[in-house]
């Protein structure tokens, strides 16, 4: 009894080979540099992407530095990475590096004003150390006329635009919209303070 086999089609090939498995392994080789550029370009993609997301007005979560968990809301992007010494993509943040703390209708107002303060912070984080949120801060909480990234360069003006940014987050906070919609719950979602929980395991 003779048994014949045939190869399926798409694996023929004309140079001496030792079996099936070596033409599979010549065929993958050869392949390799495309499945690499479909790969790369789907990267590509995935960056328009989240370019496009990455907008100004968007509630940010900082993932790295000293401000690691720290929220913040995007000024200003630069896809390009234009700066000196940044060639990377990023953007200008401001946020908040002391959330203002927790008030009742007990206290007086003088404890109310200074549980209700905030200290702000202002500086360009790159895209990939920060967690985009699905809140947006639309033209209730302006920030294109106060942070600039010229004043960034500038020692003497830094201090002022600090000021001004705290000035401007403490009356949202002290004066919140009274309709519940989804502009006053990103601001609320904005001013409260992140809460991580540990968990102790037991060796």
């Known amino acids: 009894v003779v048994f014949f086999f045939q190869a399926e089609d798409g694996i023929r090939d004309s140079v001496a080979s030792r079996g099936l498995g070596d033409v599979y392994k010549r065929q993958s080789t050869q392949s390799t540099w495309g499945i690499n550029a479909e790969y790369m370009g789907f990267i590509r993609l995935r960056k328009k992407i989240m370019v496009k997301f990455l907008k100004p007005g968007r509630v ?47 206290m007086g107002k003088k404890r109310i004003a200074m549980r209700s303060r905030i200290r702000p912070f202002v500086k360009f984080v790159n895209y990939a150390h920060i967690m985009p949120t699905r809140y947006v801060l639309g033209a209730e909480l302006d920030l294109k006329n106060l942070v600039k990234d010229e004043d960034l360069l500038v020692p003497d003006k ?10 401007l987050f403490e009356e949202k906070y002290t004066s919140p919209p009274a309709v ?7 601001a609320e979602y904005f001013f409260k303070k992140l809460k991580f929980q540990t968990s102790i395991t037991q060796s």
């Open 180 to 186: 519940k919609d989804e502009k006053a719950l990103s």
């Open 60 to 106: 940010v979560v900082l993932l790295a530095g000293r401000h690691a968990g720290k929220k913040g809301v995007i000024v200003k992007q630069l896809d390009d990475g234009v700066k000196k010494g940044r060639k990377f993509p990023h953007c200008l943040i401001a946020g908040i590096e002391k959330a203002p703390r927790k008030v009742t209708k007990r």
């Open 158 to 167: 830094k201090p002022e635009m600090n000021k001004a940014i705290k000035k």
